[in-house]
């Protein structure tokens, strides 16, 4: 198995367990699973039918639970996302889940396409809250919930460089200024490993664990971010959205370095992510 990561797992004895009770029902051995070991609360085995989601950690369940109901409860999309094949699997406190694998590559047949990618959010944005929200995260889990402001100014902005917290700083006030911006239900992880392409067509969003009620322009700030599409960013929402987006976008490498804080990665960790918050921030500097 190639690692991506140091997040935690179980044992390769549970993991192979934990694969043949989820697809005991939805697809038969032998199983020679893909790994996918990029995410920080489940790592994915994925069969030619199945995508097998488990949670790295016993605490992380609950997590992996929600986010799969979510899935579960939204309506017929433009796009494919990964629902349940069979139900949930608990073993040795670890929790699994058997969905739907979604085909598709993670670019797309040419450059990305703002018009394609803004029917992505303006069906997510325009979702109906109401049925989804006993599943929904908190908004900007990722980065301290609602208590992101203090976790950035307190925690992450004494470890930059000197030169650079003022600027970080800024960023931050930047951001404070939009709380008040309306909210929809936003996915909250739409960067270009979550977006599936079949040609230049959009085919499947995976990934719903961060979707809450949110400003829109945190994810029109991921899409613009993660496809290289500042540029072309008129194209994926009105002008006072991309405004907002680009309050949420200056925070995104601070908001790095507050997941793993909050997450409580090993020092060693916390170092990179923090060396490469800084390259961003002189790369971006105003």
Same mark, same amino acid.
Request: include cysteine; glycine fraction near 6%; charged fraction near 25%.
């Given at each position: 198995?190639?690692?991506?990561?140091?997040?935690?797992?179980?044992?390769?004895?549970?993991?192979?367990?934990?694969?043949?009770?989820?697809?005991?029902?939805?697809?038969?051995?032998?199983?020679?699973?893909?790994?996918?070991?990029?995410?920080?609360?489940?790592?994915?085995?994925?069969?030619?039918?199945?995508?097998?989601?488990?949670?790295?950690?016993?605490?992380?369940?609950?997590?992996?639970?929600?986010?799969?109901?979510?899935?579960?409860?939204?309506?017929?999309?433009?796009?494919?996302?990964?629902?349940?094949?069979?139900?949930?699997?608990?073993?040795?406190?670890?929790?699994?889940?058997?969905?739907?694998?979604?085909?598709?590559?993670?670019?797309?047949?040419? /450059?990305?396409? $703002? *018009?394609?990618?803004?029917?992505?959010?303006? %069906?997510?944005?325009? #979702?109906?809250?109401? +049925?989804? =929200?006993?599943?929904?995260?908190?908004?900007?889990?990722?980065?301290?919930?609602?208590?992101?402001?203090?976790?950035?100014?307190?925690?992450?902005?004494?470890?930059?460089?000197?030169?650079?917290?003022?600027?970080?700083?800024?960023?931050?006030?930047?951001?404070?200024?939009?709380?008040?911006?309306?909210?929809?239900?936003?996915?909250?992880?739409?960067?270009?490993?979550?977006?599936?392409?079949?040609?230049?067509?959009?085919?499947?969003?995976?990934?719903?664990?961060?979707?809450?009620?949110?400003?829109?322009?945190?994810?029109?700030?991921?899409?613009?971010?993660?496809?290289?599409?500042?540029?072309?960013?008129?194209?994926?929402?009105?002008?006072?959205?991309?405004?907002?987006? /680009?309050?949420? $976008? *200056?925070?995104?490498?601070?908001?790095?370095? %507050?997941?793993?804080? #909050?997450?409580?990665? +090993?020092? =060693?960790?916390?170092?990179?992510?923090?060396?490469?918050?800084?390259?961003?921030?002189?790369?971006?500097e105003t």
């Amino acid at each position: 198995m190639a690692h991506e990561t140091r997040y935690p797992r179980p044992d390769q004895p549970t993991l192979d367990a934990l694969v043949a009770a989820a697809l005991a029902d939805v697809d038969p051995p032998p199983h020679d699973p893909e790994w996918v070991e990029h995410g920080s609360n489940t790592l994915v085995a994925l069969t030619d039918r199945a995508a097998v989601r488990i949670a790295r950690e016993r605490r992380a369940g609950g997590e992996v639970l929600r986010a799969q109901r979510l899935v579960d409860a939204l309506p017929d999309l433009p796009f494919d996302v990964p629902r349940s094949l069979a139900a949930p699997v608990e073993l040795d406190g670890h929790l699994t889940v058997a969905t739907r694998r979604l085909h598709g590559t993670t670019t797309p047949a040419t /450059r990305p396409d $703002a *018009g394609a990618l803004r029917e992505v959010l303006d %069906a997510v944005h325009g #979702l109906d809250p109401a +049925p989804l =929200e006993p599943y929904l995260a908190q908004r900007r889990a990722f980065c301290g919930g609602e208590d992101w402001e203090a976790t950035l100014r307190d925690r992450v902005v004494p470890l930059l460089d000197a030169d650079l917290r003022g600027e970080a700083v800024r960023r931050i006030d930047v951001l404070a200024t939009v709380e008040d911006a309306p909210r929809t239900v936003n996915h909250g992880d739409l960067g270009s490993t979550n977006v599936l392409w079949h040609g230049d067509r959009v085919g499947a969003v995976l990934d719903w664990d961060l979707t809450a009620r949110e400003d829109p322009a945190e994810d029109v700030a991921t899409v613009a971010t993660s496809f290289d599409l500042w540029s072309a960013a008129t194209a994926l929402a009105d002008p006072d959205t991309v405004h907002r987006a /680009r309050g949420f $976008a *200056g925070t995104f490498p601070l908001q790095i370095v %507050a997941f793993a804080l #909050l997450q409580g990665r +090993p020092d =060693e960790e916390l170092a990179r992510t923090v060396a490469r918050a800084q390259r961003a921030l002189r790369r971006t500097e105003t």
